[in-house]
């Protein structure tokens, strides 16, 4: 088992309890101080940085920053979740779908070219805010 600090098991913790979300690394700052644990941001962005060299956490890079997700996938080799971030809302998913390895086998062979699937991220309308343009009668 790798060695883990208390920090580091903070950040895990508040990713675990907000799995579904994408935070900021001041998110996790906020909830670490509510939650009456107190970790610098230095020390957040550092646990982070680790948590997403082992595959634990996506590291989501976008214009408005970075974000960081907890990914349950991490078993050796896995190579089918990647993300997916609505260009209106700005919500990002994590998906585990093995329909994309066709694709990723094709790119490699193929194209010589190796997908980082932890690193992919696609970016479309989301179900709620396509929702939203129907009921407006926008398509």
Do not use: W
Not at 38 to 54: C, M
Not at 105 to 119: A, C, Q, T, V
Not at 125 to 137: F, Q
């Amino acid at each position: 088992m790798p060695y883990t600090t208390k920090q580091q098991q903070a950040v895990l913790r508040c990713l675990e309890l907000r799995k579904e979300e994408s935070l900021t690394a001041a998110d996790l700052a906020e909830d670490l101080r509510q939650m009456g644990c107190p970790v610098g941001l230095a020390t957040i962005y550092r646990q982070l940085e680790k948590l997403s060299a082992a595959g634990q956490v996506h590291k989501i890079n976008t214009a408005e920053g970075a974000f960081y997700q907890l990914c349950g996938h991490t078993e050796q080799g896995h190579r089918d979740c990647f993300l997916l971030r609505c260009s209106r809302c700005g919500r990002i998913r994590h998906l585990d779908c093995s329909h994309l390895q066709a694709l990723y086998d094709h790119l490699e062979r193929d194209h010589h070219f190796r997908i980082d699937p932890r690193g992919t991220l696609f970016t479309g309308v989301c179900d709620l805010c396509a929702g939203e343009e129907g009921s407006h009668g926008n398509t």
